[in-house]
Structures are given as structure tokens and as C-alpha cells.
């Protein structure tokens, strides 16, 4: 299964990574040698967050995952006009090097700094992993789907630099430097390498973009010559999106990398194509030391604390986490009793996948098959 087949072939490449990057992505953390189990920062989230954050701990104990959470508050705090962290979140993080995220919340058109953004810029996570493939026994429009995204997760349009040049003109600032794009893109290609996929596809617009995108496709080029058993490919972000809705199967050995924008967008995109929801969608945010996984999709606030919310893209996200701290047997039993739950039936599918299952009785089904 792609959950587990990602993380397995990253600790591959995370083993075999460059001189120049020895520790990109590894997990070094270990388990408290009193206890025999791993502490993991718990950041619950906003909105439905905690009611699905309670599903994974549920599931997690039903499993006897030797796992212990540390609760984060990331409640936000604002020093001249920055968007930050509490540093006791900040210290558990980087203390654990692997954290567990529900969904943030950021006020529209208040000023402040995404927490999701402030999160990758505080440890460095570099990388967005997203795959999209199609779970067996859940139809959606498109079949077959296994498409796997990799985005550029600091700058770009994201870097947050801008300005009122004039009253009613703004200046906003895309950045583009020759080292993030470096990193991005040789995970990619190491990634590729160690999960068997020959073709890595650089997805721009530097035909527009000439110097911004047209560094990312450059340091592409360059850094291709290292990898002779990889096709390095490029295509612009239009046709990227045209070929993904309108023949996925083309992108079943590719492994995709973008700048920030357009790997948000694309890899939204591949989660309707594969599931037809973002509920379905597991999320991994890669640094040099610190990992953080998370749930994708919005906060929900309208169905918060109702008991309707679906709980699987963060038990995905955290079974990404636990391939990445080595507890592969574990990750395999839930993404198992995950996957056949959904697969059974609208009784146990929650409302967004047309179903009828609340959020406890979707965990209790998951708990039965473990």
C-alpha cells in the first residue's frame, strides 16, 4: 500500500542520503528506555481537531502502539507584527523530532501569518509529501489513481513579503533561492530512486515565471546529472493540471515536484481525483531533523463537536508517521483497519463519503479490525 511503500523507500533514501545531507528526514528520536515508548508531540488543532485527534489516540491505545503523546499548544503569539509559536511547543518538538497535527485554523484577512506556514518555518520542513491513491472498495470518479506530489514547503508565493506600494495597489513577492529548490528537488529524486518510480516530473511556469521558475527548472537540470537512472521531465503547471484530470493513470511512476504554490493546488487536486475528498488525504512535512504529519484538510468548524467528523486523514497521516519512526507493524495494522473499514460499506463511512457512521462508531469499526 502507497502509505506504507512511501515511507519505507524514504527511510531507504533517508539511509543513502548525500554526504552534503546526511540526516535530511531521518527520524533519530528513540524510545524512553523506562517505558519502552516513544514520546509524540500532539498538536489536537482547531475546529473538529480534537475530536479526531481523540479517534487516533483511541486506536493507537486499541493497537498498543508504544507511543506516548505530549500535548502542544500552538495557540499563536504576535511579536512585532511576526506570527510565532509558544516556545514550550517549539521545545517538545524539537525535543520529540516528530509531531502529529490536527488542522489550524487562520483568521481571513486578519493580517496574521498562517500557523500551518509559521509551523514549516520554525523547523525547517522543506518537503510536503502528499500522496493521492485510490482506495480499493471506496468508487470515485477516477480509478487507479496513484499519483505521489512533492512540494516545496517554505517559499515561493508563501514566503509572506509584501507590501501597499500605493492605496489600492499591493506588492506581493514570490522568492525563489537556488538552495531550497536544491533540497526539494534532490529528495525528489532520491525519493524516486528509493520507491522505484524512474521519472521525476519538475512542475513550473517558466515561460512566464522566467527567473523565478526558471531557477527551479535549472537547479532540476543540474542536479539531473547525478541521477542517470532517472528521467527528469518538465511540464507547465496548465497542462499538469490538465493531464492529471484527464488521464491520471500517465503519472503512476512519477513522482512530481513543484514550487510551493502549485504543489498546494496540484496536491488538492490529486486528493479529489484519488478520493474525492480531502478527508482521505495524509500529509508529510519534511525537515532536516523534525518531521511533522498532518491531517490536510480545514477545521470544520460548522460540524465541530457534533461527532460527524471523518477521522482518516490524520490515522493516514499517522501511520506515515509511525513508518517514519520505524513502527512499520504497527502502521500496517491500522492502514489495514482503516482502508477495510471504509471499504465495507456506507454504514461505516462517515457523512462527507455519503455515509452514515459517526466519528466514535467509524473508530469503533476501525478498533474491531485491528
Not at 141 to 168: A, C, K, M, Q
Request: charged fraction near 20%; proline fraction near 5%; glycine fraction near 8%.
Amino acid at each position: 500500500m502507497i502509505r506504507n511503500t512511501i515511507f519505507q523507500g524514504a527511510r531507504r533514501f533517508l539511509a543513502s542520503a548525500s554526504v552534503k545531507q546526511p540526516t535530511i528526514g531521518r527520524f533519530k528520536g528513540k524510545p524512553n528506555p523506562s517505558t519502552g515508548k516513544y514520546t509524540v508531540s500532539l498538536i489536537e488543532g482547531d475546529g473538529v481537531g480534537p475530536e479526531i485527534s481523540k479517534s487516533v489516540k483511541d486506536i493507537f491505545a486499541a493497537a498498543k502502539v508504544p507511543v506516548e503523546w505530549e500535548f502542544c499548544d500552538v495557540t499563536p503569539i504576535f511579536i512585532n507584527g511576526l506570527t510565532t509559536i509558544p516556545d514550550p511547543a517549539v521545545k517538545s518538538i524539537n525535543k520529540n523530532l516528530v509531531a502529529l497535527k490536527g488542522p489550524l485554523a487562520t483568521p481571513i484577512g486578519k493580517g496574521h501569518r498562517s500557523l500551518n506556514l509559521t509551523l514549516r518555518k520554525t523547523f525547517g520542513l522543506f518537503a510536503n509529501v502528499r500522496p493521492a491513491k485510490s482506495i480499493e472498495g471506496y468508487k470515485t470518479t477516477y480509478e487507479n489513481v496513484d499519483l505521489v506530489l512533492i512540494r516545496e514547503n517554505t517559499e515561493g508565493e508563501y514566503s509572506g513579503i509584501e507590501h501597499v506600494v500605493t492605496p489600492g495597489v499591493v506588492q506581493s513577492i514570490k522568492l525563489i533561492t537556488k538552495d531550497a529548490s536544491e533540497r526539494v528537488i534532490r529528495y525528489a529524486f532520491e525519493y524516486a530512486r528509493a520507491v522505484g518510480r524512474p521519472i521525476v516530473s519538475v512542475v513550473h511556469k517558466s515561460t512566464i515565471q522566467r527567473l523565478a521558475d526558471g531557477l527551479f527548472v535549472d537547479v532540476a537540470k543540474s542536479l539531473a546529472k547525478e541521477y542517470p537512472d532517472i528521467e527528469l521531465r518538465t511540464e507547465l503547471i496548465d497542462n499538469a493540471v490538465l493531464n492529471a484530470v484527464s488521464r491520471p493513470e500517465i503519472y503512476a511512476n512519477v513522482v512530481a515536484v513543484c514550487p510551493n504554490l502549485y504543489g498546494d493546488i496540484l496536491s488538492d487536486l490529486n486528493s479529489g481525483l484519488s478520493a474525492g475528498s480531502l478527508g482521505l488525504t495524509p500529509s508529510a512535512n519534511i525537515g532536516y531533523e523534525v518531521s511533522i504529519f498532518e491531517a490536510v484538510h480545514g477545521s470544520a468548524p460548522d460540524i465541530a463537536g457534533q461527532n460527524k467528523a471523518n477521522p482518516t486523514a490524520l490515522l493516514l497521516s499517522s501511520v506515515m508517521m509511525l513508518n517514519h519512526m520505524g513502527l512499520s507493524d504497527y502502521a500496517t495494522r491500522i492502514e489495514k483497519a482503516v482502508l477495510s473499514t471504509i471499504a465495507s460499506g456506507e454504514s461505516n463511512r462517515t457523512a462527507d463519503l455519503a455515509g452514515t457512521a459517526t466519528t466514535s462508531s467509524f473508530t469503533k469499526s476501525v478498533i474491531s479490525r485491528l
